[in-house]
C-alpha cells in the first residue's frame, strides 16, 4: 500500500497539485499546522530503527531464520519513506534480494516486495519481470494483480493494467477503489475519479485504519487540488498531518497551497525548511528555486537549482528524478541536448505519454520545431490531461504555427494555473 502513492501521484512530485485561480484568497491559517513544522520526535522512525535493531539480533543469532531479512527490510522501507535517504531504499534492496536469493525466488510476498522496491526506484521494467514471476507461482494471484496494475500503468501498457484492474474488481475494496480512481484520473475523468478515491476514504474511516486514512486524505488533497476546490485540498492534508504529523507528503502540499494559491512565499519557504530538517530530498531545493523565481530573486533561484544537482551528485537516484534533470537542461539552450538524451532513456524505460512529452519538449528547444511536433502528434496528443505537458503541447503547436490547435489548450490551461504554480500565468498567458 505505502507504495502505492508513488504510483499514481509521483511522490516524489510537489509539482502535481492542482487546479486554479490567480487572485489571492486566503485558505490557509498558520495556526493549524505549525504545530507540526520541525518535530524532532518521529515515532515511525524510531520504531522503524527499534525493530530493525530487533530483527537484526534474531538474524545474527539465528541465521538460517530468512523471514528475518523481511522484517528488516520492512522497515529500512518505513525509514526511506519518513526520511528521504536514498541508503534506506538501497538497503532495502539489498536484504530483499538476500531473502529471495535464499528462497530461490519462490516465495511470492518477498517477489511482490522487491517488485515494489524496483517501482520506488523507477526500475519499472524489472519490476515487471518480478511481478510475472510472482504471477507465474501462483499464490496470492489478485496480490499479484494489484501489482501488476500499479506496474503496467508505469509503463504505459494500458490495456494489460485494465485486464489486470478488471481482474481484481470489487467494490468494497480499499485496493480496487484507489486504483479505479487511479485509472479514472488517467483517462481525464476526475470527478468520477474523485468519487471512487471517496469511497475509498469512507472504507478507511469505517474499518479505522490509520494507515489507509493516511493514505486516502492525502491522495484525495491531490485530487481535490486539481479539480479547484482548494478549501478542500487544505482540509484533506490537515486530516493526514492530525494523524501522522511527520507525513512531509501533505506537508508540502500545504506549502504549495501558500505558495500557488497565496503567493506568500516567505511562509512556503518557512514550511519547505522546515519539512527538509527531517525529510530531505533533492525536489525541495526545486520547489524553493521556483518560489525564489517568483520572487525575482535570481541568486536564490540559482543557488537552489545549484543545491538540488550537488546533492544529485553526491547521492545515486538512479532515474528517479530523470523527469525533473531533463526539463531543466531543456530549459537553456546550452544544455537542451542533455534533456534528448534523458529524455531517450525515459522513452526506452517507460514509453509513455509523460516520457514522449520530455524528448518532444527537448526537441523543440533545441529548435528542432518539426520533430517535435511529430513526436507530440503521434504519442503525447490526446494520451495525457497533466497540466505542464497541455502547455508543452502549445508551445510546441504555437511554434509550428498552428494557431487552432493552440488556443483550445490555452483555454484549458487557464483555469489550470494553480497546479501549474505562479510562474506559468504569464507564460500561459503569452500563447
Given at each position: 500500500m505505502k507504495?502505492?502513492?508513488i504510483?499514481?501521484?509521483?511522490?516524489?512530485?510537489?509539482?502535481?497539485?492542482?487546479?486554479?485561480?490567480?487572485k489571492s484568497e486566503?485558505?490557509?491559517?498558520?495556526?493549524?499546522?505549525?504545530?507540526?513544522?520541525?518535530?524532532?520526535?518521529?515515532?515511525?522512525?524510531?520504531?522503524?530503527?527499534?525493530?530493525?535493531?530487533?530483527?537484526?539480533?534474531?538474524?545474527?543469532?539465528?541465521?538460517?531464520?530468512?523471514?528475518y531479512l523481511s522484517q528488516i527490510a520492512a522497515n529500512y522501507s518505513t525509514l526511506f519513506e519518513y526520511t528521504g535517504d536514498i541508503k534506506n531504499l538501497y538497503k532495502t534492496e539489498e536484504l530483499l534480494i538476500q531473502s529471495n536469493e535464499a528462497y530461490d525466488?519462490?516465495?511470492v510476498s518477498t517477489v511482490r516486495s522487491l517488485a515494489r522496491n524496483y517501482i520506488s526506484q523507477h526500475r519499472f521494467k524489472e519490476a515487471l519481470v518480478l511481478a510475472n514471476k510472482a504471477l507465474a507461482i501462483g499464490e496470492g494471484k489478485k496480490e499479484t494483480q494489484k501489482l501488476l496494475f500499479d506496474v503496467q500503468?508505469?509503463?504505459?501498457?494500458?490495456?494489460?493494467?485494465?485486464?489486470?484492474?478488471?481482474?481484481?474488481?470489487?467494490?468494497?475494496?480499499?485496493d480496487y477503489l484507489i486504483r479505479l480512481a487511479k485509472w479514472n484520473d488517467h483517462k481525464g475523468d476526475l470527478e468520477t475519479a474523485i468519487t471512487f478515491m471517496e469511497k475509498a476514504r469512507d472504507i478507511a474511516e469505517k474499518e479505522d485504519n490509520k494507515v489507509l486514512k493516511i493514505w486516502s486524505y492525502s491522495n484525495l488533497g491531490d485530487f481535490y487540488g486539481h479539480a479547484g476546490r482548494i478549501q478542500d485540498s487544505y482540509d484533506s492534508f490537515l486530516k493526514t498531518v492530525a494523524l501522522d504529523p511527520n507525513y512531509s507528503y501533505a506537508l508540502k502540499g500545504i506549502a504549495w497551497i501558500v505558495f500557488s494559491k497565496e503567493r506568500n512565499t516567505e511562509e512556503a519557504n518557512r514550511i519547505i525548511d522546515a519539512i527538509a530538517t527531517t525529510h530531505n530530498t533533492p525536489d525541495f531545493y526545486l520547489l524553493k528555486s521556483q518560489i525564489a523565481q517568483f520572487d525575482g530573486n535570481k541568486s536564490e533561484e540559482i543557488k537552489?537549482?545549484?543545491a538540488y544537482f550537488s546533492m544529485m551528485e553526491k547521492n545515486n537516484y538512479g532515474a528517479m528524478y530523470n523527469k525533473y534533470n531533463a526539463l531543466i537542461y531543456a530549459e537553456d539552450k546550452n544544455t537542451a541536448q542533455k534533456a534528448i538524451e534523458i529524455a531517450k532513456i525515459e522513452v526506452a524505460h517507460r514509453p509513455t505519454a509523460d516520457s514522449y512529452d520530455l524528448l518532444a519538449w527537448a526537441y523543440?528547444?533545441?529548435g528542432d520545431n518539426k520533430k517535435a511536433l511529430e513526436i507530440a502528434q503521434l504519442h503525447v496528443a490526446g494520451k495525457s490531461f497533466e497540466p505542464k505537458i497541455q502547455y508543452h503541447l502549445a508551445m510546441i503547436y504555437k511554434s509550428n504555427n498552428l494557431p487552432l490547435k493552440t488556443k483550445p489548450i490555452k483555454d484549458e490551461l487557464l483555469s489550470s494555473l494553480y497546479e501549474l504554480g505562479p510562474n506559468?500565468?504569464?507564460?500561459?498567458?503569452?500563447l
Open positions: 507504495t502505492l502513492k504510483i499514481p501521484f509521483l511522490v516524489f512530485t510537489i509539482l502535481l497539485i492542482f487546479g486554479c485561480e490567480t486566503q485558505i490557509t491559517n498558520a495556526d493549524d499546522y505549525t504545530k507540526y513544522l520541525g518535530l524532532k520526535d518521529n515515532k515511525s522512525v524510531t520504531f522503524a530503527q527499534n525493530e530493525i535493531d530487533f530483527w537484526q539480533k534474531k538474524f545474527d543469532a539465528a541465521p538460517n531464520q530468512i523471514s525466488y519462490s516465495r500503468m508505469e509503463l504505459g501498457n494500458y490495456p494489460e493494467a485494465v485486464k489486470n484492474l478488471n481482474a481484481i474488481r470489487d467494490m468494497n475494496s480499499f537552489n537549482r545549484n523543440l528547444n533545441v506559468f500565468e504569464k507564460k500561459v498567458n503569452q
